[in-house]
Every structure is written in structure tokens, then in C-alpha cells.
């Protein structure tokens, strides 16, 4: 087609999005030109934007490294892994969920444990924590043998990958649901942590006057044939950044109840003397098969542990 004004590209674009012979792939392409399209005309964008954008879109990718994925952190900060996580899981979006936000930070391969066994692999500060966790199918039944990957930040707000001085897999685990959907283990207890700035997600942030905290949480991965593999994480009750989670990812089903007790009450291990904290929850599963993404990192960062970097929220 010659072009004859503005209206004529979107029509040109659109009739040979229809030569594809993918159904799903034409569908996916047609509704990504219109919106495309429409967002220019509604932004009303100029040339000296739209090359702005183009940049901002290539240095995401120019940012994403074996043990940082930019790109994911973008969805993220912009809602995008929220709202594609709630419309595809509780029967698409029809109910609540225990399915949540994958995250920049998964890694698979974590070293697989007891249950009743610790995340703890080095010498790691904070609070001692006891987790119980419960996975059910959408009609309540126990769900046993599950695989469930587990990872968390330091009290420190690190992941193992980011910080040099935790050993591999540090605060990392995979467990396995015994006959009542029950499994159980030791760690320290998170904290909530800023994510990375130094890239074009941070410089995003800064325009909005956005603050770029995460409130702390626990994450888990459930899988077993039959069902749906469901990312999940586990938002701590008492976090002050709950309502501006940086990555839209609390849902009121996943506000998680950290329940401090005080050296006085018997802690479940002996050797903890101070003060403790427990936490339970329960995640249901969806039908379906347990199909993985590829991970978002593939390794662990070398050098200095990087400088935590705090936006604050205008």
C-alpha cells in the first residue's frame, strides 16, 4: 500500500499482520499494532520522544546480565508482571489467587532439603524464622508431593546472587509437600529491600517521583504434574512500603501474618534464644501443567556487593 497519511500506516501494518499464519501470533500482533499505534496518536508523540523511548527500550536489554534482568524489573515497575500474573491464574482473574509476581531473582537448581531443614548455607544476620506452608487444589484437598522452591533476601535486603559474600544458594531451597500438602523450614527473616537503580528503570522511577522499595517477602515455587506451576511470594504484615510495593505485586492474599515472639516463648529449635518469628500460609494450586519460563538469571554476581541505593518517594 502507498501511504497517503497517517491513517493509512496502521491499516498497511495491520493487513499484513493477517499474512500470518499462526492464529495466536496474528491475534497478539494485530491488538500490539493497535495499541501501538494508538499510543502514538493518543501521547501525541514527537520525534525527539519517540527516539527517547527507542533508547530507554535498547539500554534495558544493554543492562540485562547473567545475574540481572532489567527487563523483567521494567515489567515489573510498571505493572505489567502484576496484571498478566492476575488475569492468567484464579480461573482467569474470576478469583482470588495465591499466584504472584515470578521476580528478577529466581534461579533454579537450589539445593533440595528436608523439611524442617534451614536456607541458612553461611554466616547470615537476623532473626531467626519458622515457616509452615500448606498447598491445596482448588476444592481444599492436600496436595502432596509437590516440589516447592523457596528464596529470600538477607536481613540485610540481598539475594545470594547479588552479594558476593553469601555462598551459593544461600537462602535458597527446594522442598517436597508431605501427605497433608504441609512443608516446613528454617531461615532468617527478610527484609524489604530497594531494587537497582543504576539503569533505565531507576531513571523511569526518578521521572515519576516513585520510591523503588519492595516490602520484604518470602517467594515460593509450586509444581507437580497436574497442576498449574504457581510463583508466589509472601508479604510480610508489618512492612511499611505495602501500599506502594514498587512492583505492584501485593495482593490481599498474600499479606502474610510475621508473628514476632519474644525470647520467653520456646522457639521450635533450641538453639534460638532471642526473639523469633513464625509465619503460615496456605497457596492453592490451578489445574493445568507445570510449565517454567526460563529463568530470569543464570548466575551470581562477582565483586563488591553492590551499594543499596534509596529513592525516596515524592
Known sequence: MIIRNEQDVTAAVLAEVERTPDARLREILAAAVRHLHGFVRDARLTEAEFHQACGWIAKLGQATTGSHNEVVLAAGSLGVSALVCLLNNGEGGRRETTANLMGPFWRQGAPRLANGGSLVRSATTG????????????????????DVDVWHTSAEGFYENQDPGQADMNLRGTFTTDERGHLWFRSVKPAGYPIPVGGPVGALLRAQGRHNMRPAHIHFLITKPGFKAQFSQVYSSDDPFLQTDVQFGVTQALVGQYVLHHASEPAPAADVQGEWYSLDHHF????????????????KAEGDRPVRVVIERM
Open 284 to 299: 492453592v494450586l490451578d489445574p493445568g501443567e507445570p510449565v517454567l519460563p526460563r529463568p530470569p538469571i543464570t548466575g
Open 127 to 146: 532473626a531467626p524464622i519458622f515457616v509452615n506452608a500448606w498447598v491445596r487444589d482448588r476444592e481444599g484437598r492436600p496436595v502432596a508431593g509437590a
